[in-house]
């Protein structure tokens, strides 16, 4: 019923920039949040950014001075400026949604399939 579609993942050299995109289809009635978690093998997923549709935005501290989430609330897109990449920003990049689905008025957590950043030093 809903669906979350990423893209711009890709490598850069260590000092680039690369810029994520999300944009959530379907039946959505509203939006709480959208956020960008990024996980490497044997490691648990973990947050990078999130933006409320309503507040401040939150940046893990690895993401804080280098990283800047934007959302477009009318197109249900959130987005993912990343800056000064290291190598060890290399990862999958998945986008998240905490949204109410307008067929059954009920929340629900969804999960994009992920984009590869691959950093080279």
């Known amino acids: 019923q809903v669906q979350l579609v990423e893209s711009g993942g890709g490598s850069v050299q260590a000092g680039g920039s690369l810029r994520l995109s999300c944009a959530a289809s379907?039946?959505?009635?509203?939006?709480?949040?959208m956020g960008w978690y990024r996980q490497t093998p044997g490691n648990e997923r973990e947050l990078v950014a999130r933006?409320?549709?309503?507040?401040?935005?939150t940046y893990a501290d690895f993401a804080k001075g280098r990283f800047t989430i934007s959302k477009d609330n009318a197109k249900n897109t959130v987005y993912l400026q990343m800056n000064s990449l290291r190598p060890e920003d290399t990862a999958v990049y998945y986008c998240?949604?905490?949204?109410?689905?307008?067929?059954?008025?009920?929340?629900?957590?969804?999960w994009g399939q992920g984009t590869q950043v691959t950093v080279s030093s």
């Open positions: 998240r949604a905490y949204l109410r689905v307008r067929a059954t008025m009920t929340w629900a957590e969804v």
């Open positions: 379907g039946s959505i009635f509203s939006v709480n949040t």
């Open positions: 933006a409320p549709t309503k507040g401040t935005s």
